[in-house]
C-alpha cells in the first residue's frame, strides 16, 4: 500500500490493490466512522473493485468479525442485500443505555408489531390491506413506523386512487437482526377454513404496474 496516500488529494488518489487483510480495516474503518449503512457499490469505489467481490470480502470479514473468539466484540457486522453496517450487539442493551443514559425502553407497542408482521410478511402492501388484515384502522401505527424509518412507500397500485404500496426497510432487518427477510422465522395460523398453514416472507417484489415511486 502506498505510504503517501494519506498526502494525497481525493482526485490524486493513485489506483492501489490492498491486502485482503488491508480491505477489511479499511471496510472498518468506513463503517465506524459513516454509523450508517454503507453500501457495497461505495465501498468498491473506495477499494477499487468491483460491488460482487466488496460484497465477498464483507461476507468473508463477518465470519471473522461476528466469531465468538477469545476476544469476544461488542459491535457486529451486519450485512444486508445491497449494504452493510456496523451496530452493537443486543446483549450488551442495557449497558450501552446506562453508559448514554437512555432511560426509555423504545419498544415498540402490540399494534405497531402487528402492522409490521403484516408488512414484513406480505411486502408490498397497501394501507387497506393492513387494516383488512388487522380489522381495525391502521392509520396511526403506519404513520409511528414510517417515523422509525422501518417501513417506505415503494410504489403505487395501478387502481383507482393508486393507493401507496409499503415495505419493510434496512433499518428494519437492522433492528431485528436480519440480513434480509427470508430469514424471518416462519409462522403458522389457520386460514378462514381453520386448516393450519405455514407463512414464509420473501424478497420484497414491486409488481410492474407499481413501479412509479411513491410521491413522499
Known sequence: MNTTKQNLSAEEFPEVSYTQEEQFAIIEACLFAAGHPLSYARLAEVLHITPAECADTVEKL????????????????????????????????????????????????????????????????????????????????MNALLEKSLIEPCGRVDAPGRPTLYRTTNDFLRVFGLSELSELPTVKVRNDSGEPIEITASDAVIPESAEEPAEQ
Open 62 to 141: 463477518s465470519v471473522i468479525y461476528n466469531s465468538d473468539g477469545a476476544f469476544p466484540r461488542g459491535v457486529m457486522l451486519v450485512r444486508f442485500p445491497d449494504s452493510c453496517q456496523l451496530c452493537t450487539k443486543e446483549l450488551y442493551g442495557l449497558e450501552i443505555k446506562e453508559a448514554l443514559g437512555i432511560r426509555r425502553g423504545g419498544k415498540l407497542s402490540q399494534s405497531l408489531l402487528e402492522v409490521l408482521a403484516v408488512i414484513a410478511y406480505n411486502q408490498p402492501v397497501t394501507r387497506s390491506y393492513v387494516d383488512t388484515v388487522r380489522g381495525v384502522d391502521s392509520g396511526y401505527a
